[in-house]
């Protein structure tokens, strides 16, 4: 089985592959992870633990993400990820109406972009 590597905000770097369960402590910011195999819990902070929260919450967009040669997921791309998604999804329903809209919308940018500039340096026209 590949395993799962995370780049961490404390610098560290995790293989979630045999990953349980994520336990808060109690009256303090750390966190426990607990792995399948593992006999002892391990204890990471709030930060890292909210970096795996987001990983976990972004699994379903797993096939999407970029991979490494090493494996190692970039967080910053799992937000990247979830953005395109809305948008696309955003732009496949969108309605005739809205689209005449845009489109007029465009033009008048366009014009009011050009309306200024001298011959030979107009952007749209």
Same mark, same amino acid.
């Given at each position: 089985?590949?395993?799962?590597?995370? /780049?961490?905000?404390?610098?560290?770097?995790?293989?979630?592959?045999?990953?349980?369960?994520?336990?808060?402590?109690?009256?303090?910011?750390?966190?426990?992870?607990?792995?399948?195999?593992?006999?002892?819990?391990?204890?990471?902070?709030?930060?890292?633990?909210?970096?795996?929260?987001?990983?976990?919450?972004?699994? @379903?967009?797993?096939?999407?993400?970029?991979?490494?040669?090493?494996?190692?997921?970039?967080? @910053?791309?799992?937000?990247?990820?979830?953005?395109?998604?809305?948008?696309?999804?955003?732009?496949?329903?969108?309605?005739?109406?809205? /689209?005449?809209?845009?489109?007029?919308?465009?033009?008048?940018?366009?014009?009011?972009? /050009?309306?200024?500039?001298?011959?030979?340096? @107009?952007?749209?026209?």
């Amino acid at each position: 089985m590949k395993s799962t590597l995370l /780049d961490l905000p404390s610098g560290g770097t995790i293989d979630l592959t045999n990953f349980v369960a994520i336990v808060p402590l109690e009256q303090s910011d750390r966190h426990q992870l607990l792995f399948a195999g593992l006999g002892q819990p391990l204890t990471i902070d709030r930060t890292d633990a909210a970096a795996i929260k987001i990983f976990l919450s972004a699994r @379903k967009f797993e096939s999407c993400l970029a991979e490494d040669n090493y494996g190692s997921i970039d967080l @910053k791309k799992v937000h990247a990820v979830e953005l395109m998604t809305a948008r696309i999804n955003r732009h496949q329903n969108i309605t005739d109406e809205e /689209d005449a809209q845009n489109a007029k919308a465009f033009e008048r940018f366009k014009q009011l972009i /050009d309306r200024d500039r001298p011959l030979g340096q @107009k952007l749209y026209s």
